[in-house]
């Protein structure tokens, strides 16, 4: 029996680990290194180890043999563990430390994208603020080169190292002293207005590569896009594959800059002399803005937590997907459903500010459906499940229309009793001001389809009118009596 090793123990690593072993049909075992305590994950593992410090006191606890290895968070990435395994001859399904700095480093992936002329038209114009050169003079000049500004640390910073003027700050002079005092380097950015979106794909090392479908992210805290920036507080995709707000140009775009980045990240592998090109995620966050699309950034792993419904709607083996990487043949397209899907999670009342040994209990009515949750970072003991600090569980929910989604999921998250916090308005804006109240017209209307023969079976020659009319019109006689009933609205 062979050895999958997944890095990671979020919402996002479980989902995989449920995807690679529906689809392995038992063919594999999974071994998992945990970078949060998910008591839930340790049902699917015949081992789980803590990550430690150093990457060689973390496998001293693995003696089994690995088949191939799927990283799950960035920190790892940039911690050099895809070219420990690599050195291993163990393949990775994440790419090399020198690859993934376009993720690690804003700096870097700015200029990666300046290099390029096509890649440059998609790029926002952006200055760098150097660790050597801050001063109040430089930094004022830098700010006053954009009408409005967005503020990048370079490195990672767990997807909370963005501020944007307008949400999380309105004076630029007041991020002058914040910058001056801080040992990181910044990218500047010209701040854009529209819709965020992202767009996954997955590759080989070979410059062969799929798409998954767009999905929108929702990184905000509070309803409305509003509060300090999260992990991510949950994500929708509407029917067929898509966002309202996206066309098919949208998508063919979005597809051509992540083929074009991956092609061009892979020349780095024979001028570096690296062992192997880059395989595994590219995710790309972008933004539809009036004048087009635009790059917000990179990252080098399943986002999460579009993970989620990425893998959800993934109608391909992905272990059969996961193979064709490492063997550097990802040629066969994936196939998807075509329903829609929303997730949203739950986090603890003070997330994203919360205390390390802090734990809650979490109690479920009965009418909670543990089908559709994904445990995040949650701890059982005597059968109590306790969330802790970070992103507690996610709700999902899928159906023909988001709408069903949107219905399905709310329900289920009131279920949810504890110390706990989850947004209201996750896909709210691509509903209608009556779903948004529980009032579907293209579920009534579909109810009224659904009974009409019925109806009909009803009618003799007095009838008058069509089924839907305002008022009914029965003949009697030389008179006709019309009768209506009124729905809620007119009341």
């Known amino acids: 029996m062979q050895i999958i090793l997944v890095i990671g123990s979020g919402a996002r690593e479980l989902k995989i680990i449920q995807k690679l072993t529906e689809d392995a049909l038992g063919e594999q075992n999974i071994i998992c290194i945990k970078t949060q305590e998910n008591t839930e994950i340790d049902k699917y593992c015949v081992k789980v180890v803590s990550m430690k410090l150093l990457i060689k006191e973390t496998m001293e606890d693995i003696t089994e043999a690995i088949h191939f290895c799927i990283i799950g968070p960035e920190a790892p990435l940039k911690q050099g563990y895809a070219d420990y395994f690599e050195q291993q001859n163990i393949p990775c399904i994440g790419p090399l430390k020198y690859y993934a700095q376009i993720e690690t480093s804003k700096q870097f992936c700015r200029e990666f994208l300046n290099c390029d002329h096509t890649l440059r038209n998609y790029s926002p114009r952006y200055m760098i603020i150097e660790k050597n050169a801050k001063t109040s003079t430089s930094i004022n000049s830098i700010f006053n080169t954009f009408d409005e500004i967005v503020i990048k640390k370079d490195g990672l910073c767990g997807g909370k190292g963005v501020t944007v003027q307008g949400d999380d700050f309105t004076n630029k002079d007041e991020q002058i002293d914040y910058i001056l005092n801080s040992n990181d380097k910044f990218v500047i950015e010209e701040k854009l207005e529209g819709e965020e979106f992202s767009f996954l794909s997955m590759t080989d090392g070979n410059n062969n590569i799929q798409h998954f479908p767009p999905i929108q992210d929702n990184k905000r805290l509070l309803d409305g896009d509003k509060g300090p920036n999260t992990g991510g507080m949950g994500c929708v995709i509407g029917e ?107 986090v603890p009342e003070d997330y994203p500010k919360a205390v390390e040994n802090d734990s809650y209990d979490i109690y479920f009515e009965p ?90 079976s009803t009618y003799n020659e007095n009838v008058l009118s069509e089924v839907g009319s305002f008022g009914g019109e029965y003949k009697l006689g030389n008179d006709v009596l019309i009768a209506s009933i009124d729905g809620v609205g007119t009341k």
């Open 240 to 346: 067929n594959n898509t966002l309202p707000f996206l066309d098919e140009k949208d998508i063919e775009t979005t597809k051509k800059i992540n083929t074009k980045v991956i092609n061009k990240i892979n020349k780095f592998q024979k001028d570096n002399k690296l062992s192997v090109g880059y395989r595994g995620i590219l995710y790309g966050s972008y933004i539809k803005t009036k004048n087009g699309i635009y790059i917000i950034e990179f990252n080098c792993r399943f986002g999460d937590p579009e993970c989620i419904i990425a893998l959800s709607l993934l109608k391909s083996n992905f272990y059969s997907i996961c193979l064709d990487v490492i063997s550097g043949n990802l040629t066969k397209p994936f196939e998807f459903s075509n329903d829609a899907m929303m997730c949203v999670y739950a």
């Open 367 to 456: 009418e909670f459906d543990f089908k559709n949750v994904i445990f995040s970072n949650v701890k059982v003991v005597n059968k109590h499940i306790l969330s802790l600090k970070s992103r507690t569980l996610c709700c999902i929910a899928r159906g023909k229309e988001l709408y069903e989604c949107y219905t399905k999921v709310y329900n289920n998250m009131k279920c949810i009793k504890g110390r706990l916090f989850y947004r209201k308005d996750i896909g709210s804006k691509f509903l209608t001001n009556y779903e948004q109240s529980g009032v579907s017209i293209k579920n009534g209307d579909q109810a009224i389809q659904n009974i009409k023969k019925h109806i009909l």
